[in-house]
């Protein structure tokens, strides 16, 4: 695992999207996983400047909601439209989201592991943090051995993701589709992009701490290319 320190979010933010940009450019059927949140919302406006091509690249996005379905706003299927595929030369038929709106999730969960197998697994898959030190979904005591399944939020998570759902954390979903630790953990390279003071303890947990599945994140500690972006405030804790 490597730390790469920026001096400011801005920085952290350009030097993501330009490691996403070069690896499309080396390959561009890249497989690439994508991930949601706010920290991510500049790393696609980034992309989307560069002008890279993204028409033969296949992505897989980290998570969804259960129970909101791809045209709701809140969706993650509705913010990667709004950040990035309605912005770039994606062919739709290359995207991929966990099904939130199954009828049967674990039906759904094993479909989206038959997929990113069917694509030759996850060329690099783009990584953010929760305050519960989460990655994708994976709230505490997630398994490290995990795969695609459901999930149920903690409090800290739909307080933390509200600010999306007009600021009450009971509109936020109780539960999510996610790819587990294990499928994150299968793909070729790892980049988690962190910034700002309120992630500066999780993210010295993450990368100090022990491994353990309190922190789901201290499990990109086992992979051997992987890299950590963080700005200023995010690394003040290390
Ligand atoms: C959600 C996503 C996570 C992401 C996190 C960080 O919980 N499921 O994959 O890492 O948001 O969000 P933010 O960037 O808004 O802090």
Do not use: W
């Not at 051995?145 to 509109?171: C, E, H």
């Not at 100090?208 to 990109?220: K, V, Y």
């Amino acid at each position: 695992m490597e730390i790469v320190p920026a001096p400011t979010r801005d920085a952290a933010v350009a030097l993501t999207a330009k490691l996403i940009e070069s690896r499309l450019r080396d390959k561009p059927n890249l497989v690439l996983g994508l991930a949601t949140g706010r920290t991510m919302e500049e790393v696609y406006a980034r992309l989307v400047a560069s002008g890279v091509s993204f028409a033969r690249c296949t992505t897989f996005n980290l998570d969804e909601y259960v129970g909101l379905p791809p045209e709701d706003p809140n969706s993650y299927a509705a913010y990667m439209r709004h950040h990035l595929f309605d912005h770039v030369d994606i062919d739709p038929a290359r995207i991929n989201l966990p099904d939130g709106m199954a009828d049967d999730l674990s039906v759904a969960a094993a479909d989206y592991e038959r997929r990113i197998a069917g694509a030759g697994g996850i060329d690099l898959q783009l990584l953010g943090i929760g305050e519960a030190g989460h990655i994708g979904f994976n709230e505490p005591l997630s398994a490290l051995r995990s795969r695609t399944r459901d999930k149920i939020l903690t409090p800290v998570t739909r307080a933390q993701n509200a600010g999306m759902f007009g600021g009450d954390p009971d509109a936020v979903p109780k539960r999510a589709l996610t790819m587990g630790v294990e499928t994150i953990l299968e793909s070729r390279e790892l980049v988690l992009l962190a910034s700002g003071r309120a992630k500066a303890s999780v993210v010295a947990k993450a990368v100090e701490g022990p491994l353990t599945a309190r922190i789901s994140a201290s499990a990109i500690q086992l992979h051997t290319h992987c890299k950590v972006i963080l700005d200023d405030e995010a690394a003040s804790d290390l």
